[in-house]
């Protein structure tokens, strides 16, 4: 992991070194330095302040020049010690103790033979191991807490494009559940006008009066099925709920009863539930598997009887049986598509469904949750 001091940082820390060395400068002339050796030290102390800025891009070339600095001058200490911290913070453990160690040596020999005035070679050999091991424990604290910073940023981001990702998921359901909507809504009102317009094809013979009213309920038939496509393109664009129209409940099943038998599905239904009092999603999924299976009976077995029953209480669970007996296949395809929407939309409901078909006949059977 790189560390690096960029613009003003970099600028302000150079001119605080400058400031520190032109110190020790000045306490070693006040000290009676001889002219070589202040000379020695300023030759130094601009050496390492040239190559401080090197010291980030070619960390470990410039740590061994300043060390050898350290080695003939005090000035050349705290780009010394500058560097060790730097290598501790971006080096591993064992290359940043190498050059701790490498920097006790280069300090010891410096005292032997520039000896500190006022301390004993023992208790500066003593405060030089105790600083260098203080610089390799604060940069590798540094170092590990920079790793735990980019770690947890890192979760962070996968945290943030995987919220995206559920996001995106989630609408794509959404749009695949409004596609489903589309064809349980659809696909009955299709239904009718097909087998109208069937009946105005195969029996022009009728009467007037009973063209005519085939012609009014495919006009109305035509009528509320585009409504219904407008709803669902609502849905789409995202508009409004006040656009949108009424949603189908159980409450509606009469008038869906009283269309198939209009077109000549017989259909008997049967039960003890009050159908206004079942409420909000469990009164529009149970509608739409009634829907379902009456679109289902009309397409494949045309003019067979259907047979609904409703059972249940609240507090307990709906239970909804649809069936009729098979009959030859339609002309009208089929994708398969509703009964799978169907029973995805149950299973979000909280309930379940089963279809299956005999020798003799087809159920559909669904259970969903009522609250009391």
Known sequence: MEFRLCGRKLWL????IAVFLVAIVYG??????STAMTALEIAAAVTGLALFPLLFSRPMTVTVVV?????????????????TLHIARSRPLRVAAVVAAAGVVVHAVRGLWQPTSGLSYGWW????????AGLVGWGQLAAARAAVISSLQERAERAEAEQGRRVAEARSAERAAIAREMHDVLAHRLSLLATYAGALEYRPDQPPERLSQAAGVIRTTVHQALNELRDVIALLRDEPDDLAGPVPAL??????????RAIGTPVELRGEVGLREVPGTTGRTAYRV????????RKHAPGQPVRIALDGEPG????????????????IPGTGTGLVGLTER????????????????????????WPA
Request: charged share 15%; glycine share 6%; hydrophobic share 50%.
């Open 125 to 132: 050999l003593t405060l030089v191991i105790v600083l260098h």
């Open 67 to 83: 060390l050898a600095l350290a080695l003939v001058a005090a000035t050349g200490t705290p780009f010394a010690n500058i560097a």
């Open 346 to 369: 149950v299973r979000l409901a909280g309930g379940r469904l089963d279809h299956h078909s005999t020798t003799t006949e087809f159920r559909v059977s669904a259970s969903l949750p």
């Open 316 to 331: 307990a669970r709906l239970h909804i049986d649809v069936s009729n007996p098979l009959g030859a296949t339609s002309s």
């Open 28 to 33: 070693d002339v006040k000290a009676g330095s």
């Open 290 to 297: 009634v829907q379902e299976a009456l679109t289902n009976a």
């Open 13 to 16: 820390t150079m001119t605080l």
């Open 251 to 260: 409450a509606d099943l009469p008038s869906l009863v009283a269309e198939s």
